[in-house]
């Protein structure tokens, strides 16, 4: 979609949007073309239960006495305290509004609401960017669609007062969507498609927004010792690869040691010998939404050239059985020293983060760690699709996630670890084992067994195996692929990691 700002003359002609108050409360453009349709948007909105309450819309259909094609009306609620990704939320909800009635371009009046907080030239960007977030459709291969089936809203253009500021403050947001819009591609793409090796080489792509890239495949693994990782790939006829993004964007700050991100790259989780049910299997596309969402962070801070060093590792394999496939009670030795014997062998992406996280730790000496994993179904039974899990050693880094996540709405709820769960996951015949009993605290097990492998960096692990993939149209976020976490982590590195 293309987005632009310009001074707020109303046009005459077309689809325009403006604001109406929670109780029917035009905003400042919206009484002016009331009045000079005497009346005809009042006169709709009282032939409807249309009130103004936040995302509301309300399309007029060529509104007596007036130019355009249709005017909508777009419920802002109360105003007083709006957020930034509340007022996203407003312009995504108008998205789907705009679609409805066949617009393919509109402009939208942003007027000064008195007791906003919000400066002008902001509430513009984050209308603009919510609008944005929410145009993303993943339709490559709908070859045969009728042209009624598809979106018709290929341009907005934000009116007000403040374009010039605006214009500078969607910037950076721009780029944070496009970071988005590759990991929702990358997740939405068929394993077919996209496979280790393929994943890998999509990386490369980042290179030229300054992110070093390298890409080491299963012999150079192998010589790292990465046996855990190498086993869950080795039933599958598509060979492993670890990439490492390596973006320097504030190599002169005096805190040098970077952040980094890793991510689960499970580009098909079949369960390997323990093979899963044929219900549902084919969920199991978008297990490398971990690293499809680090590699769409990568994409965002060096886009939006943040000042920030920070590396992002991710593990790809697909997991398949075969005859060459890791047989449960197979006994691995990891990066770490550490041995697994691995119980479960579609309990694999614990053991894909285990030899990421030490390479990582162990090479950048990195000020955190944050991994991104659609780890456990039982996340999903414990928080369903709302709230990620985040566990973490660190409170002040799990602090940080948490009001990072409120504030984009990625939201997060840390979970417990501890001594009494880790006892769960030792083993008789090696060091640890890569499943806990039977299914008690099946998440807790999982991020117990990745605290292994972290040594002493503060570090959380999030588990979006409820977050990832979403089958329901939200504000900001259509149904699929979600990109859950790029925001969230993108916001904790400009709150709290940039340009020191
Ligand atoms: N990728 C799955 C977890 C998953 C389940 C993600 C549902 C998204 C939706 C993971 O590899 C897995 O299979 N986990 C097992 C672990 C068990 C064998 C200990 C699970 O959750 O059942
Ligand atoms: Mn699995
Ligand atoms: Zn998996």
Redesign the pocket.
């Known amino acids: 979609m293309k987005i632009s700002f310009a001074d707020p003359k109303l046009p005459k002609s077309g689809t325009l949007v403006v604001g109406v108050l929670e109780g029917r409360k035009l905003a400042a453009s919206a009484a002016v073309l009331d009045k000079e349709s005497n009346g005809a948007l009042v006169s709709a909105m009282t032939a409807t239960r249309f009130s103004g309450k936040k995302e509301e819309t309300l399309t007029v259909p060529a509104p007596r006495g007036l130019f355009f094609d249709r005017v909508v009306l777009l419920g802002l609620g109360k105003p007083a305290g709006l957020t930034p990704v509340q007022v996203q939320r407003l312009g995504g909800a108008l998205v789907p509004a705009l679609n409805a009635v066949g617009a393919s371009s509109a402009s939208v009046a942003v007027d000064k609401i008195p007791g906003t907080r919000l400066a002008p030239g902001d509430a513009a960007a984050n209308l603009a960017y919510g609008a944005m977030l929410r145009s993303y459709r993943f339709d490559k291969y709908r070859t045969r669609e009728k042209p009624e089936q598809k979106p018709t809203l290929t341009e907005l253009t934000i009116l007000t007062a403040s374009a010039a500021s605006a214009r500078r403050a969607y910037g950076p947001l721009e780029s944070i969507a496009a970071g988005v819009f590759f990991t929702r591609d990358l997740v939405s793409e068929p394993p077919n498609i996209i496979f280790p090796e393929s994943l890998a080489r999509e990386t490369k792509s980042l290179e030229k927004l300054g992110v070093k890239v390298e890409i080491f495949d299963e012999k150079q693994m192998k010589k790292l010792g990465m046996g855990a990782l190498i086993g869950v790939g080795q039933g599958s006829s598509r060979p492993p690869r670890l990439v490492v993004m390596d973006y320097r964007g504030n190599p002169r700050g005096k805190d040098k040691a970077p952040v980094a991100f890793i991510g689960k790259g ?1 580009t098909f ?1 079949t ?1 390997g010998i ?1 093979l ?1 049910p044929a219900q549902g299997m084919e ?2 596309k978008w ?1 490398m939404a971990g690293a499809g969402v680090v590699i769409g962070l990568m994409k965002a801070l060096a886009g939006r050239k943040a000042k920030v060093n920070a590396i992002g590792v991710v593990g790809l394999v697909e997991n398949m059985p075969d005859g060459n496939a890791q047989r449960p009670s197979d006994i691995v030795h990891t990066m770490s020293g550490q041995t697994v014997e691995v119980l ?1 062998t ?4 614990r053991l894909v983060l285990a030899d990421a996280l030490w390479y990582c730790q162990d090479r950048f000496k990195p000020q955190f760690m944050v991994n991104l994993a ?5 996340i ?1 039974v414990a928080l369903g699709h709302e709230y990620a899990g985040m566990f973490s050693n660190n409170d002040q880094l799990a602090s940080r996630l948490a009001a990072a996540g409120k504030a984009v709405e990625e939201p997060l709820w840390r979970m417990p670890m501890g001594e009494a769960y880790d006892r769960q996951i030792d083993s008789d015949a090696a060091d640890v084992k890569n ?2 009993n039977g299914r008690d605290a ?1 998440s807790i097990t ?1 991020a117990q067994f990745l605290q292994r492998f972290v040594n002493d960096v503060p570090w959380a692990h999030l588990d979006i ?1 409820g977050t ?1 993939w979403s089958k329901k149209d939200a504000p900001l976020v259509p149904k699929g692929a979600t990109a859950f976490g790029v925001r969230l982590l993108d916001q904790l590195v400009e709150s709290h990691y940039e340009g020191r």
């Not at 659609?374 to 039982?378: E, I, M, S």
Request: proline share 0%; aromatic share 0%.
């Open positions: 499970v989780d369960g323990s899963k969920e199991m297990d479960n579609d309990a694999e992406g659609t780890l456990t179904g039982a999903v499943i806990g099946g999982a195996a990832a």
